[in-house]
Nanobody, 121 residues
Framework: QVQVAESGGGLVQAGGSLRLSCVAS????????MGWFRQAPGKEREFVAR????????SYADSVKGRFAISRDDAQNTVYLQMSSLKPEDTAVYYC??????????????WGQGTQVTVSP
């Protein structure tokens, strides 16, 4: 129904910045929010940020508030994660998600394959 694909990961020094992108395709009209999660080695996948498709309200994990910013481009069905003041503990695979809702009010979540972000000390 919906496909998402992340890009923009890479290697960056501590204190640097990086911007991740996620493009949604398919039945994008059904998307009501998109978000970012991450999973570091040896840790559980954790919530990073979320943005509503209509209205644009955002939410962030406490660990990234003030450093990360999520934004969207409705026309391109794209969501971004601008990361600044990066720390080594930000190193993880970052996953994009799209949350959808059908006319029946049934919901579903779709995931991308992930993009690696590595922050060197």
């Amino acid at each position: 129904q919906v496909q998402v694909a992340e890009s923009g990961g890479g290697l960056v020094q501590a204190g640097g910045s990086l911007r991740l992108s996620c493009v949604a395709s398919g039945r994008t009209w059904s998307i009501y929010s998109m978000g970012w999660f991450r999973q570091a080695p040896g840790k559980e996948r954790e919530f990073v940020a979320r943005i509503a498709w209509r209205g644009g309200s955002t939410s962030y994990a406490d660990s990234v508030k003030g450093r990360f910013a999520i934004s969207r481009d409705d026309a391109q069905n794209t969501v971004y994660l601008q990361m600044s003041s990066l720390k080594p503990e930000d190193t993880a695979v970052y996953y994009c998600s799209a949350n959808t809702e059908a006319v029946t009010r049934l919901t579903a979540t779709y995931w991308g394959q992930g993009t690696q972000v590595t922050v060197s000390p």
